[in-house]
Structure formats: structure tokens, C-alpha cells
């Protein structure tokens, strides 16, 4: 067993034959979650057993364009469909969007950023990525388009979308936006917008991002919510072309670390790697209504404590 630290999260990495013996169990050392990398098919039901989740490592979220946005809107609930035109009435009311469709103006760029990290310094265990893709988004080789709003002459938004043509796709794949603007959803707007930009360069699929299974760490369970309001569903990213898309197997000791509620999509059937269904397991310390968390792409959703809350196996 070897421990590591990932972005200020303890995580005790284990191999087949830690599994015996649960070394984690008499550790000394502060350990938040136990993984094992790549799982052996025929290990998936002792793992789950032991309280293990079996699930893709990282998430992509995917969603078909379809031919124009009101098609697009009609798969979205009532209060999804209303959420998002409110949001475009107050921003279309108040704002100046500017979309830079051809190629991404340096200074406009840089200004983003900088709300960017403002943004991600605000965030536990914040990372900032858009910085270290600056020269890519204005240089290439890959082709870039942004989305900006502006409130008079402040930069109060933006969002990055890279072009993937040999996907048929475009990855939404930074936004940032002000905190009184984050209140108004000004986010939506953008990415809708976005959407808007790719159905007219003709794409078919849209991502909003590819994020680590385990929500409550870098991401919190309320993103999860909102993509799926959005109209985008997770699916493992090795199903999407990602080609280090791997499984793993994750077992949540305590949420000393986590953000309460912990929220990772596990396999529905581990031990058939050929069913690719998810479920959702919340963790949590809380009384919780699991329902707040559901999506038409889950076989259910279930709720646990951490594992040093209970003495059984699950």
C-alpha cells in the first residue's frame, strides 16, 4: 500500500494483494480514500463487497447538439427550460456578448484568465489549467473559440471551447464568471451560446468537460446537478475518446477531507465490462434527499455513509 497525496486528498493506493490483509485499516496515517487502479474483472465482486465502488476514473459530459436550440431545449424539463431563458433574458438585458469564432484576441484572453484564477483561488482545492493552455488557444495547433460577456467595459464572463473535428464534437473547456454573475447564471448563457457557435461550424456533440469520479473534491456534487440540468449526461471518458480512460476502484474511509455529500457514479454491473450503466452513490454524514441528485442516465441512486461510520461490510 503506498499513500499519496492528490490535491490535499490522502488516498491509499493498493494492489491485489493488500486485499487480505486491509492495511488500511491499521495505518497510522490520515487516510481519506482507498483506490485500487485498473480493477481485475474477476476481482470487481469481492471489491464490491468490501465496500469498494468500481467506476470510471474520469467522467465525460456529452451531449448531442441537435439541429437547432429549441430541439435541443425540448429534452430538458420545465424548470431546466425555464432556468436557462431566464438567464438569457437578464444577460441579453444587461450584457454585450462577444463572440470570438475564428481566433481568440490575446488581451481579451488574458483578462479571462485572470477572472479565471480569481475564481479558482476562491476553490478548496482549486487548480488553475486554463493558464498552462494560453499559448494552445491563441497559437494551435488545435483550434479554439471563446464566448465573452461585458458589463460596460468589465469582463464579467467567458468560456474557452476547443474544436475536435475528428470527434465531430467541441469541449467546452474553461468558463469563469463574476460572483454577482455566477448568481444570475450568467454561465448558462455562455454555454448555450457556445452550443449556438458549434451547431453553425456544423458538429454534431457538445462536452462540458471531463472531471474526476468523485464529486465532492476537486468538483462538488452540486456541478453534477447542474449538467445534468443542462441537458448532458456522464458517460465513462474512455467511451468518448479518451484513449488514458481507464477504471479504478475507490473506497471513501471519511469525509475529513471530502465535501459532504460525496457523490461517485460506480458501475451498475462491475464484474461485465461490456455494461456500461452507472448508478450514483452519495455518501454522506447527513440526512440527504437523494432525489435532488437524479438523472434519467443513472439505474438509481443509492446513499451510504463513509466506511469508518459502519463496522459491516455493505
Same mark, same amino acid.
Given at each position: 500500500?503506498k499513500?499519496?497525496?492528490?490535491?490535499?486528498?490522502?488516498?491509499?493506493l493498493?494492489?491485489?494483494?493488500?486485499?487480505t490483509?486491509?492495511?488500511?485499516?491499521?495505518?497510522?496515517?490520515h487516510?481519506?480514500v482507498?483506490?485500487?487502479?485498473?480493477p481485475p474483472v474477476g476481482l470487481r465482486d469481492?471489491?464490491?463487497?468490501?465496500?469498494?465502488?468500481?467506476?470510471?476514473?474520469?467522467?465525460?459530459w456529452?451531449?448531442?447538439?441537435e439541429s437547432d436550440?429549441?430541439?435541443f431545449?425540448?429534452?430538458?424539463?420545465n424548470?431546466s427550460?425555464q432556468?436557462?431563458?431566464?438567464?438569457?433574458r437578464?444577460?441579453?438585458?444587461?450584457?454585450?456578448?462577444?463572440?470570438?469564432?475564428?481566433?481568440?484576441?490575446?488581451?481579451?484572453?488574458?483578462?479571462?484568465?485572470a477572472?479565471?484564477?480569481?475564481?479558482?483561488s476562491?476553490m478548496q482545492?482549486?487548480?488553475p489549467?486554463?493558464?498552462?493552455?494560453?499559448?494552445?488557444?491563441l497559437?494551435?495547433?488545435?483550434?479554439?473559440?471563446?464566448?465573452?460577456?461585458?458589463e460596460?467595459?468589465?469582463l464579467?464572463?467567458?468560456?474557452?471551447?476547443?474544436e475536435?473535428p475528428?470527434?465531430?464534437a467541441?469541449?467546452?473547456?474553461?468558463? !469563469?464568471?463574476?460572483?454577482?454573475?455566477?448568481?444570475?447564471? #450568467?454561465?448558462r448563457? $455562455?454555454?448555450f451560446?457556445a452550443l449556438?457557435? *458549434? +451547431?453553425?461550424?456544423?458538429?454534431?456533440?457538445?462536452t462540458?468537460?471531463?472531471?474526476?469520479?468523485?464529486?465532492?473534491?476537486?468538483?462538488?456534487?452540486?456541478?453534477?446537478?447542474?449538467?445534468?440540468n443542462?441537458?448532458?449526461?456522464?458517460?465513462?471518458?474512455?467511451?468518448?475518446?479518451?484513449p488514458?480512460?481507464?477504471?479504478?476502484?475507490?473506497l471513501?474511509?471519511?469525509?475529513?477531507?471530502?465535501?459532504?455529500?460525496?457523490?461517485i457514479?460506480?458501475? !451498475?454491473?462491475?464484474?461485465d465490462?461490456?455494461e456500461r450503466? #452507472?448508478?450514483?452513490? $452519495?455518501?454522506?454524514e447527513?440526512?440527504?434527499d *437523494? +432525489?435532488?441528485?437524479?438523472?434519467?442516465?443513472l439505474?438509481?441512486m443509492?446513499?451510504?455513509?463513509?466506511?469508518?461510520?459502519?463496522?459491516?461490510?455493505?
Open positions: 500500500m499513500i499519496v497525496d492528490e490535491h490535499g486528498l490522502s488516498v491509499a493498493i494492489e491485489t494483494a493488500d486485499l490483509a486491509e492495511p488500511w485499516l491499521s495505518s497510522d496515517r487516510i481519506d482507498v483506490r485500487m487502479l485498473k469481492d471489491l464490491a463487497a468490501r465496500g469498494f465502488i468500481c467506476k470510471p476514473e474520469m467522467l465525460t456529452l451531449a448531442r447538439l436550440e429549441s430541439t431545449l425540448a429534452r430538458l424539463g424548470k427550460r432556468d436557462i431563458r431566464r438567464a438569457q437578464q444577460a441579453a438585458g444587461s450584457l454585450r456578448e462577444v463572440v470570438q469564432d475564428e481566433s481568440v484576441d490575446a488581451e481579451t484572453l488574458d483578462r479571462f484568465l477572472l479565471y484564477e480569481e475564481r479558482v476562491g482545492f482549486g487548480v489549467y486554463a493558464r498552462r493552455h494560453r499559448e494552445a488557444v497559437h494551435g495547433p488545435q483550434k479554439y473559440f471563446a464566448h465573452f460577456a461585458f460596460h467595459d468589465e464579467v464572463g467567458g468560456c474557452l471551447v476547443l475536435c475528428e470527434e465531430d467541441i469541449r467546452i473547456r474553461f468558463s !469563469a464568471v463574476t460572483e454577482s454573475w455566477r448568481r444570475s447564471s #450568467l454561465a448563457t $455562455l454555454y451560446s449556438q457557435t *458549434a +451547431r453553425s461550424k456544423g458538429y454534431t456533440w457538445a462540458l468537460g471531463d472531471e474526476p469520479n468523485l464529486y465532492g473534491h476537486l468538483t462538488q456534487a452540486g456541478l453534477f446537478s447542474f449538467k445534468v443542462m441537458g448532458f449526461t456522464a458517460v465513462p471518458s474512455q467511451d468518448f475518446s479518451d488514458t480512460g481507464c477504471d479504478e476502484a475507490d471513501v474511509l471519511n469525509l475529513a477531507t471530502l465535501k459532504d455529500p460525496c457523490l457514479l460506480g458501475y !451498475a454491473n462491475p464484474s465490462v461490456t450503466a #452507472l448508478y450514483g452513490n $452519495l455518501i454522506t447527513s440526512e440527504i *437523494a +432525489r435532488k441528485f437524479s438523472a434519467h442516465f439505474t438509481e443509492k446513499t451510504r455513509p463513509p466506511r469508518n461510520l459502519r463496522g459491516a461490510r455493505d
